[in-house]
């Protein structure tokens, strides 16, 4: 069964610390994962997909089949980045994200 | 500007009075979504159509009914909505077209049943 697992709900680290969102998958196709990014009073809206390999706001993410991770890494945390994180699987073929549960993510100054 | 829309943004209402949630898209997609958010089940996704006329369940669909008569409107009809309906619920679209996997959300509408 395809599944989504960010196993943390809530993050909170310090400004400029490095910070790591965990993202696990089950998945018997060949995955495409993405992010996506709630800032407050804000619409959910991409942040970044693995095929691209882009770094957006910092933010980098790499996919690992063998340890099947998307895990989303910043070396250095921003007040900005405070928002709630869903990591996401495309299904191939049914047209369907599926998301994790989400992890809100606090920025102490 | 291209945006989702979605009304009302917040609703309290009773056991059984038949509601509906309207969603709107200025973009031309031919994908449409609707999924509920509660805390700690992230984001599931209800129902979702492919074009005008064509729509499917999504992983929770019962209690729940759309149609999509437009392309634009994708309406999310609560018949008889129960407490286990208290949620917050996104529209979303996509273009077939281009990447599909870059959905647009709206606002979020927040339903209470009591």
């Known amino acids: 069964a395809q599944r989504v697992t960010q196993p943390e709900k809530l993050l909170s680290v310090f400004k400029g610390a490095p910070v790591e969102l965990k993202c696990n998958y089950s998945y018997s196709g060949s995955p495409e994962l993405f992010w996506y990014v709630q800032y407050s009073r804000q619409r959910l809206q991409l942040l970044l997909r693995?095929?691209s390999r882009e770094s957006i706001k910092g933010f980098t993410a790499d996919l690992n089949k063998g340890e099947t991770s998307f895990h989303l890494k910043k070396p250095f945390a921003q007040e900005e980045d405070s928002a709630m994180y869903y990591c996401?699987?495309?299904?191939?073929?049914?047209?369907?994200?599926?998301f994790g549960q989400g992890t809100r993510l606090t920025i102490n100054p | 500007e291209a945006q989702v829309t979605q009304n009302p943004r917040y609703l309290i209402t009773v056991t059984g009075k038949k509601l509906t949630v309207t969603c709107s898209q200025n973009?031309?997609?031919?994908?449409m979504s609707w999924y509920r958010q509660d805390p700690g089940l992230g984001l599931r996704q209800i129902y979702y159509s492919m074009n005008v006329e064509v729509t499917d369940k999504g992983d929770v669909p019962e209690g729940y009914k759309v149609s999509r008569k437009e392309k634009r409107n994708f309406p999310l009809i609560l018949e008889s909505p129960s407490p286990n309906q208290t949620s917050l619920y996104f529209c979303?679209?996509?273009?077939?077209?281009?990447?599909?996997?870059?959905?647009?959300f709206g606002p979020g509408t927040r339903l209470t049943v009591t």
């Open positions: 979303a679209s996509s273009s077939l077209q281009g990447s599909f996997y870059e959905q647009y």
């Open positions: 973009m031309n997609h031919e994908y």
């Open positions: 693995h095929i």
């Open positions: 996401a699987l495309a299904i191939q073929g049914a047209q369907k994200l599926v």
